[in-house]
């Protein structure tokens, strides 16, 4: 196929060349994300312990991509603020992403354990009148008081997440004299009542952080947050907790195992 | 408390004004985030069957919010594109988040059957080396080719998600003809290999789209998206189909059922 590198001598010869020139841009792109998502599963995975990346010529000898791709799917991972550019040392991770247990009912001071020490900030804390769709979930009469409980969470001083939460009253109120800065509302309602927790319903979502919540969680406008919504019951089948969380996208994934039968 | 309005009278009182001034914006945002989280579940939930939102005046008293909160929780609705306000109709439901299952290991046609028909568009397909961390977790040797699909999914004509998969070539071969415009891919891996699927170990994470990815999705730039990393392995134990899935943040949720004891 003869080459053209003239899209002033011809019209109709150059639309074909800023085509290609356009397609090859769309191939690249498609392969950088294919490479950025190899990277960041090893990246997760722990697979580069000593947090430098390969040279950028061995990553396209190891999959058989362009210099150019490589470049961009590094930029990628840069984007996302997982990775640098270190001038004289390379590409280094400068972010990791805490797993959250998906297959058991933890708090996160539980499921993180072994990464660092959970703290809380107490940002909001009080009795409010449960609005409907808060009284309904937790069988409480509308307009009855619950405990409202505001708390932003931090892993080893780094803002993780930011919570919302309602409690019924009736367990809420030993909660506010207790060591909520260092201690899972989980362990403790389990505490209060002398009962394990059950079960709870949970809905993931990705949104992006409004401005005042991007700001209490010290992350970019606009950042991907993981939202989880979970509704959790007392292993009676009593509910108890009803949260609102919005998880760093950049600290956290959820992990676990799903089955094909249940 | 006597009021001021003077901040230009006296610096000290200026300083205080605005420092409370501060502290009251401060308290709406986060009463506002407070409301639109309930309103959001509401939303999600179908709790607003007619598809219009209640005045503003009557959120305002069934969430005891002022009419100041109420609009910037309609705003940060608004702004995820849950919601619009139609001059003269006033806030109604535009967009509709659909619930993938997190119980079960299923398809996305199998979980959204009630809610419309997944095309999928596919964008590659064919066999290429696998990678080094393609090939561990699929346990083939490395650089020896698998199968790479790429999809674009969309429910009843909306993209929903863009699919990166990787399979076995001694089972993607006969993938090579079957009609994955129209059937999930466990599907046709339980019809190939005459097995049921038995486990997937997946990961969950929000992400920024990048650029490139937003515009196949058609999602804003920076769209907060789910992305799902999934290796699935058949009932026998063997791993088959190794996948990155973004789906668009503002159209899926995932929801299941986690236990405190395993």
Chains 1, 2 share one sequence.
Do not use: C, W
């Amino acid at each position: 196929m003869p080459s053209s590198n003239s899209i002033r001598d011809h019209a109709g010869q150059g639309a074909t060349t800023v085509a290609a020139h356009r397609a090859r841009r769309r191939l690249r792109a498609d392969q950088a994300r294919q490479l950025a998502d190899l990277l960041r599963h090893q990246l997760l995975a722990g697979g580069f312990p000593d947090g430098t990346l390969p040279h950028e010529t061995a990553l396209a000898t190891d999959y058989r991509a362009s210099r150019n791709t490589v470049r961009q799917a590094l930029d990628l991972l840069r984007a996302e603020g997982l990775v640098d550019r270190l001038p004289g040392v390379g590409t280094v991770v400068v972010a990791q992403k805490y797993p959250h247990g998906l297959d058991r009912l933890m708090g996160l001071a539980e499921t993180l354990r072994e990464h660092g020490r959970v703290t809380n900030e107490v940002r909001t804390m009080g009795p409010a009148p449960a609005p409907a769709p808060v009284a309904e979930r937790l069988h409480v009469q509308p307009g009855t008081d619950v405990l409202y409980i505001e708390r932003l969470r931090r892993l080893n001083g780094l803002p993780l997440s930011l919570d919302l939460t309602y409690i019924p009253l009736d367990i809420g109120t030993a909660l506010l004299g207790a060591d909520l800065e260092n201690t899972d509302v989980f362990r403790l309602l389990e505490t209060i009542t002398g009962k394990r927790l059950g079960h709870a319903e949970i809905t993931l979502e990705a949104v992006n952080a409004d401005t005042h919540s991007a700001a209490v969680l010290q992350a970019p406008h606009g950042a991907a947050v993981l939202m989880l919504e979970r509704l959790t019951h007392l292993s009676d089948g009593r509910p108890v907790d009803l949260e609102f969380i919005r998880f760093r996208g950049d600290r956290i994934t959820m992990s676990g195992l799903l089955h094909r039968s249940l």
